[in-house]
C-alpha cells in the first residue's frame, strides 16, 4: 500500500534528502528542483571528483522526480510559481526569508494555491541568535549536548550519521502532513517550519528530567546507562554484544541461564539499586567483561534467548545482509539505477497491512534534470520551442 | 494569515493510546502537543509502567511528566467485559489507536485491529514494537540499546577497532515513535481519501537500521563492510570533533578554499604545503596525522576561541557544548525551547515545547501530564455513558481515578 498516492510535493531543499525521501518511499510525487549543471550537493556525496555524481544519491533520491531550473532567474521563479497550482506541498531547508527576493516564499505562493502546505527546515531556526550558523549536522549535534553525552568519558564520540537531519526532517514531514490533513478539512494551507536543532534538543530523554528530579545531570558512560544495570556493550571472542538489563527478575534469568549463581545469590548483586548504584561500575563490570570476552556472540545471543532477556549482537552490514531476521522483514532490498548498476538499499521500516508485493519495489533515482521537459510540458503545457528558449537562457 | 487557530493542526483527531513506555509515548505525545485529544488508556491501580521510573519528585516521576504532557488519562481494567467495552464505544469516536503490547497481547485481550475495524472501518491501528509482527525474533524483548546494536546503528559509531557506540539518549525510540506519528499521518491521508483505515507494523530496528544507509551502499558497491569511522569523516578532512583546552570542538573545512582559510586561522600555514595534506584525498588518507597538527594547536585555545576565530574566517566550526549550555543558552530562551507550566503535584516546571510551528507560530502546552485516571470521568462523559453508569463502573472497579 502506498498511502500518499496522489499527494504532490515540490522539493527545494538542497544537501538534506531525508524529507522527500519520508514522502517518496511511501507513494507521493516527489519532484526535485535542482540547479542546472551541478544540481542538489548530495550528488556529490562520496563522489571522487567535483564533475561526478557520487553512488549514494542513487539512495538519497530514490523513487524521486528531478527538474532542472534556475530559481535565481525571474523566469525560473515564475516556472515556481506557475507549477504551485499543481503541487500539495513544497519544502525548502533555509530560511523562509531567502525566498521572499525571488518572490517564493509563502504568502506570494499562497496566493497561486491556497491549500498549499509550505515546509521549512533550518538546522537552527529563523530566529535566535544562532540562526546564521553553516547548516551542518555535525554542528547541530555539537551545539545540542547530544554529541557530548555520546562515548566514553575520555571524550565525545561523533555520530556516525546524520542523526540532527533525521530529526529535523521527519518532525517537518509530520507537521506537513498534519497540515495538509488540515488543509483538506479547511481549504487553507499553513507554512510549517522546525529547525533540526530544536529537534534534537525536544527529544531529551533524561537530562532535563535529572536534573529537575535530582539536581545532578548523567555523565558520559559509553554504552551504559545510568539506572538499569547492567547496559552495556561487551566485547565477545567473534564481536560485540550488548546487553540491556531492566529489572530483578531479568537479572537472575539471566545469571541462571549464564550459569553463574554467585550473581543471583550474593547481596552485593542481586538488587537493584545496590547493584547498579554500588557495585555495577566496580568489580560486577569487571566480571561480566571477562564472561563476555570467554565466549562467542552466538552463544551470548542463545543465552539472552533461553532466560528472554534483551540482548543482542552488534550487527554490521556483513551480519545484517545474512540476518533471517532482517530478511523477513525485507529490510534490504536491490534496487536496480540505470547510472550505477544494482545496489542494495535499505528498506521501509512501515508496514501497512495490505501491502503487497510491489510496495517494496523501489523505484531509481533520476537522472540531474531527467523530468524538466516532461513536467513541464504536462503541467505547464509549454511547447518545444518555448522550452528550447528556456534551455539556451539557462533557466533549464 | 490564515484564519487557522494555530498549533492545533490536528484538533479533532481523536487517539486512543495504549502505549507505555518511550518510543509509543513519543508518538502519542506529537498527536497531543499538535492539538489531538490523546486518550491515554491505563492499567488500574497500576498506570503506565514508566509511572515507576525515577527519580521523582513529590513521587512522581519527572520521566514520565517530560513524556506524556498535553494527554487525557482514562483508567480501566481492560481483562473485564465492561472495560473491553468501553473500549468498543471509544473506537466508534477514534481516528487513530496506538499500541506498544508483547506482539500479539492486544489482540488476546480482544481489543486488536480486526476487532476494532468492525466497529471503525475507518481506524487506523499503529502497533510498535522492538523486532515488528513477523521474523524470528518477534517474540523476543527489545530495549533501546537492543535495537540499536542489532539494527547496525551502534556499529555505525565509535572507532574503527573500538566499541560500537550507542547515542547517550534512547535515539531508537524516539525515532521510532516519530516514524510512528509519520506513519499514522500517512495512514489518515489515506483514509480520508478511501474511507478504510489500515494496520501499520513498524518495529524500531527496522527504523534504526535507517543508519546504515551508506555503509549498504559501500558494501554494494565496493564490497566494503567497514562500518565505523571515529570522530572523523570518512570522505572528507579535516572533518570532525578535535580537541580543545576546555573540552571538544567540531571544525568543518569542506573544500580547498576553508582548508586554506582553516590553516591561516590557526596559524598553522606550514600544514598548506605539507605534501601530506595537499588536496581532500590525502587529507583523508592521513586523517590521524592531520588531526594530531590540529589539536596540536586546538588543545592550546578554548573553544569559543575556536568557534570565533573560524566562524570569522568562513570555515564553519563550533564548541561540543554541554548539555547544560545548550539548555540554558540565549539561543534556547530567545527561540523558546521551553515553555513552564503547571504539573499536578509537583508546581511549575519547565517542559520542552514541540519543535513544530505552524504559520511561525509555536504549538503551546496546554496542559501538563496527567494523574493516573484525572479523565477517566470526563471521557467516559464524553463517549456518552451517564453519570448512573459510571458510578456503577467505578463501583465495580472497571474504571478508576487513583490519581497517582
Avoid at chain 1, 505562493?109 to 544562532?130: A, M
Wanted: with cysteine; glycine share 8%; aromatic share 10%.
Amino acid at each position: 500500500m502506498k498511502p500518499l498516492i496522489g499527494l504532490r510535493v515540490l522539493d527545494l531543499t538542497d544537501g538534506n534528502p531525508y524529507i522527500g525521501s519520508m514522502f517518496a518511499d511511501y507513494g507521493a510525487e516527489v519532484v526535485k528542483i535542482e540547479v542546472p549543471g551541478s544540481g542538489d550537493s548530495i550528488r556529490r556525496r562520496g563522489a571522487k571528483s567535483e564533475d561526478q555524481e557520487g553512488i549514494y544519491q542513487a539512495y538519497y533520491n530514490r523513487a524521486k522526480k528531478s527538474m532542472t531550473i534556475d530559481i535565481t532567474t525571474t523566469q525560473g521563479q515564475e516556472i515556481i510559481r506557475k507549477l504551485v497550482p499543481h503541487f500539495d506541498m513544497l519544502v525548502i531547508n533555509v530560511a523562509e526569508e531567502n525566498m521572499a527576493p525571488l518572490g517564493i516564499d509563502y504568502e506570494t505562493l499562497r496566493s497561486y494555491n491556497r491549500k498549499l502546505v509550505y515546509g521549512v527546515l533550518t538546522p537552527f531556526g529563523e530566529d535566535g541568535p544562532w540562526k546564521d550558523m553553516p547548516d551542518y549536522d555535525l554542528l547541530v549535534m555539537a551545539r545540542s549536548g547530544l554529541l557530548d553525552k555520546t562515548g566514553f568519558p575520555e571524550k565525545p564520540t561523533r555520530i556516525g550519521f546524520p542523526l540532527g537531519y533525521y530529526y529535523g526532517s521527519w518532525h517537518l514531514t509530520a507537521g506537513m502532513l498534519a497540515a495538509y490533513l488540515k488543509a483538506q478539512e479547511t481549504g487553507e494551507g499553513q507554512n510549517v517550519s522546525t529547525s533540526s536543532w530544536q529537534c534534537v534538543m525536544s527529544v531529551d530523554d533524561t537530562f532535563a528530567q535529572c536534573l529537575a528530579g535530582m539536581n545532578e545531570l548523567p555523565k558520559r558512560i559509553g554504552n551504559g546507562f545510568p539506572t538499569t544495570n547492567p547496559t552495556d556493550t561487551f566485547r565477545c571472542k567473534n564481536g560485540w554484544f550488548s546487553l540491556s538489563i531492566g529489572s530483578d527478575q531479568q537479572w537472575w534469568a539471566f545469571s541462571k541461564a549464564a550459569g553463574k549463581t554467585d550473581w543471583i545469590e550474593n547481596p552485593k548483586y542481586s538488587h537493584d539499586p545496590v547493584r547498579s548504584m554500588e557495585n555495577y561500575f566496580g568489580d560486577l563490570d569487571q566480571q561480566l567483561r571477562d564472561y563476555f570476552s570467554g565466549i562467542t556472540i552466538e552463544e551470548a545471543d542463545r543465552v539472552c534467548k533461553e532466560a528472554m532477556v534483551p540482548g543482542g549482537p552488534c550487527n554490521t552490514v556483513n551480519e545484517l545482509l545474512n540476518d533471517e531476521q532482517v530478511k523477513v522483514r525485507q529490510m534490504i532490498l536491490p534496487v536496480e539505477d540505470p547510472k550505477i548498476g544494482e545496489t542494495l538499499q535499505i528498506g521501509k521500516p512501515a508496514k501497512f497491512l495490505r501491502d503487497d508485493e510491489n510496495d517494496n519495489d523501489i523505484a531509481s533515482a533520476p537522472s540531474l534534470g531527467q523530468h524538466t521537459e516532461p513536467i513541464l510540458r504536462q503541467l505547464l503545457k509549454l511547447s518545444d520551442v518555448e522550452m528550447e528558449a528556456l534551455r539556451k537562457a539557462s533557466v533549464i | 494569515m490564515s484564519v487557522i487557530e494555530t498549533g492545533g493542526a490536528l484538533k479533532g483527531i481523536k487517539v486512543l493510546d495504549f502505549t507505555i513506555a518511550v518510543a509509543g509515548a513519543f508518538a502519542a505525545w506529537q498527536f497531543a502537543d499538535l492539538g489531538a485529544d490523546v486518550w491515554k488508556v491505563e492499567k488500574y491501580d497500576y498506570g503506565d509502567q514508566a509511572r515507576t521510573w525515577g527519580p521523582f519528585i513529590n513521587d512522581l516521576s519527572t520521566l514520565y511528566v517530560s513524556y506524556n504532557k498535553n494527554k487525557q488519562s482514562i483508567e480501566m481494567d481492560l481483562s473485564k467485559p465492561e472495560g473491553k467495552a468501553i473500549i468498543y464505544e471509544m473506537a466508534k469516536h477514534t481516528d487513530v489507536v496506538l499500541e506498544n503490547f508483547k506482539s500479539g497481547s492486544i489482540d488476546r485481550l480482544g481489543l486488536g485491529y480486526e476487532k476494532l475495524r468492525e466497529i471503525n472501518p475507518r481506524i487506523v491501528f499503529v502497533s510498535l514494537s522492538g523486532f515488528g509482527g513477523s521474523g524470528p525474533l518477534m517474540k523476543y524483548p527489545c530495549y533501546d540499546a537492543i535495537a540499536a546494536a542489532r539494527s547496525g546503528f551502534a556499529a555505525s559509531s565509535g572507532e574503527p577497532d573500538g566499541a560500537p557506540m550507542k547515542v547517550g539518549n534512547s535515539i531508537c525510540d524516539t525515532l521510532s515513535g516519530l516514524y510512528a506519528f509519520n506513519a499514522a499521518l500517512m495512514a489518515l491521508v489515506e483514509a480520508r481519501r478511501t474511507g478504510t483505515g489500515c494496520r501499520i507494523d513498524i518495529a524500531m530496528t527496522d527504523v534504526a537500521m535507517r543508519a546504515c544507509e551508506e555503509t549498504m551502499m559501500d558494501y554494494s558497491k565496493y564490497g566494503s563492510t567497514q562500518a565505523r569511522f571515529g570522530n572523523h569523516d570518512r570522505l572528507i578532512a579535516p572533518y570532525g570533533v578535535f580537541e580543545a583546552r576546555d573540552g571538544f570542538a567540531v571544525i568543518i573545512a569542506d573544500n580547498e578554499e576553508r582548508w586554506q582559510k582553516l590553516c591561516t586561522a590557526l596559524d598553522s600555514t606550514h600544514l598548506k604545503d605539507d605534501p601530506r595534506f595537499s588536496d581532500n584525498e590525502r587529507r583523508v588518507q592521513n586523517r590521524d596525522a592531520l588531526a594530531a597538527e590540529l589539536e596540536a594547536v586546538t588543545r592550546g585555545l578554548f573553544r569559543s576561541q575556536i568557534e570565533e576565530r573560524l566562524l570569522k574566517a568562513g570555515v564553519p566550526a563550533s564548541g561540543v557544548l554541554t548539555f547544560i549550555e545548550a539548555y540554558t543558552s540565549n539561543h534556547a530562551n530567545t527561540i523558546g525551547l521551553t515553555q513552564v507550566v503547571h504539573q499536578d503535584k509537583i508546581g511549575s516546571t519547565r517542559f520542552y515545547r514541540n519543535p513544530l510551528r505552524f504559520n511561525n507560530e509555536p504549538c503551546d502546552i496546554r496542559h501538563g501530564t496527567p494523574l493516573l485516571g484525572q479523565d477517566t470521568e470526563s471521557i467516559m462523559k464524553e463517549i456518552g455513558y451517564t453519570e448512573d453508569e459510571i458510578r456503577k463502573l467505578y463501583e465495580d472497579k472497571v474504571i478508576g481515578s487513583h490519581l497517582i
